[in-house]
């Protein structure tokens, strides 16, 4: 395993970078750094040095996923990002919030609580899975669109299923019918080269922690400047009444709530510079090795089970999401001997109707052979 970077197990088959990233040694050494900087003098760090070191990540982060940084807001998390947005959204009773059987469900649980609380009603787009074309994610998502849709909350990369959606395309197809777009970006930064400016969509969120490999409670909300003024972030503390004018109520909403470790949003420079350096030719080197990965790692599993190929290749990046034979115990009962047993990491994920999937995940660390360990480990199953 090539993890000299980091400080993962060796004795575990570590394939779930997925769920909440893993943070090479340098990062974690940087933000140690930025940890005892602060309780040299706390009360400078944090009331005359965080601003601008703030400022300087936002810029550093805004360039890598090229918009510009006074629309883009830290916080801790992707499920921080979407329920900022719908809980300060107002919604009348009937308006409708689309949504996908494929979400993440923190954020289901978020879109089912603000319906309930404002008479909002809750539109599922079913996309099938296994899939063999962009139409069946964009069907029926253009499908379910009716006047009263105020807003779509779309993964860019499912959780679940792993499938990397069209992106651009759903955003300008739902833009132009006057639809608004949430989109849960947890795994995209740093899992395929990221432009909003390009996708354009009115909200989007991002994890920094998951595959840019910044320290846990990294992430980012970008706002479309007309919405700022609309949304207001979960905990309100000195930005509301701030008589500054030198910033947006936005970034001075957004940048202080409350006393708190702020150094994972100063460590994702750090992170976006180590992550890009593995490579002579950078992110890109980085993003080629592991969708190469991920795609072998799925195939030689399908072909080794006798399984079919759920989706097209180019619907898959970093991670891959693959349909378990009938197996021969429950999946509570695989995913805890792989863990306990085998010591491999990697999630099983129910799926419709007694199915499981598999997810595995391609990191720089990971290789073919793990995948070969958990083929011979799943077939005694399968
Ligand atoms: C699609 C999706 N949304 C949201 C999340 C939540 O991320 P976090 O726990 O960092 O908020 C995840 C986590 O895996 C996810 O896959």
Not at 59 to 78: G, Q, R, T, Y
Request: one cysteine or more; charged letters at 20%; proline letters at 6%.
């Amino acid at each position: 395993m090539n993890n000299s970077l980091w400080l993962l197990n060796s004795n575990i088959t570590f394939l779930n970078h997925g769920s909440y990233g893993a943070t090479p040694i340098p990062v974690l050494n940087y933000q140690t750094y930025l940890r005892e900087k602060l309780e040299q003098e706390p009360v400078d760090f944090m009331a005359q040095q965080l601003e601008p070191l703030l400022d300087e990540a936002r810029e550093k982060l805004a360039n890598f996923i090229n918009i510009d940084s006074p629309n883009i807001a830290f916080i801790p998390n992707a499920t921080f990002g979407v329920n900022t947005v719908l809980r300060s959204l107002y919604f009348k009773p009937g308006d409708e919030i689309l949504i996908t059987n494929h979400i993440y469900n923190a954020c289901l649980n978020t879109v089912e609580l603000v319906a309930k609380q404002t008479g909002a009603k809750v539109i599922i787009a079913s996309i099938p899975f296994p899939l063999t074309s962009l139409e069946q994610i964009i069907n029926p998502i253009l499908d379910k669109v009716s006047s009263r849709t105020k807003i779509t909350l779309i993964d860019h990369i499912t959780s679940q299923t792993a499938l990397i959606f069209p992106l651009e395309y759903l955003v300008k197809e739902l833009s132009q019918r006057g639809v608004e777009t949430l989109i849960d970006g947890a795994h995209a930064p740093g899992f395929l080269p990221l432009n909003l400016r390009k996708i354009g969509a009115t909200y989007y969120t991002g994890n920094c922690h998951k595959w840019l490999c910044a320290p846990k409670g990294a992430a980012f909300l970008y706002v479309r400047p007309d919405k700022q003024s609309q949304i207001r972030p979960l905990i309100i503390s000195h930005g509301a009444n701030s008589t500054r004018s030198d910033r947006s109520r936005f970034l001075l909403e957004f940048d202080w709530m409350g006393t708190n470790d702020y150094t994972p949003y100063l460590c994702i420079p750090k992170a976006i510079e180590v992550m890009g350096n593995l490579f002579n030719n950078g992110w890109l080197g980085l993003w080629e090795n592991n969708h190469l990965l991920a795609r072998q790692g799925r195939d030689i599993i399908c072909e080794r089970l006798n399984i079919c190929l759920p989706c097209p290749d180019e619907m898959i990046g970093s991670m891959a999401s693959i349909p378990l034979p009938k197996l021969s115990v429950s999946g509570d009962k695989l995913y805890h001997d792989l863990r306990e047993e085998f010591k491999i990491q990697i999630p099983i994920i129910p799926w419709g109707n007694e199915q499981y999937l598999v997810r595995i995940s391609a990191q720089f660390y990971n290789n073919l052979e793990q995948y070969e360990y958990l083929i011979d480990v799943l077939s005694r199953y399968c």
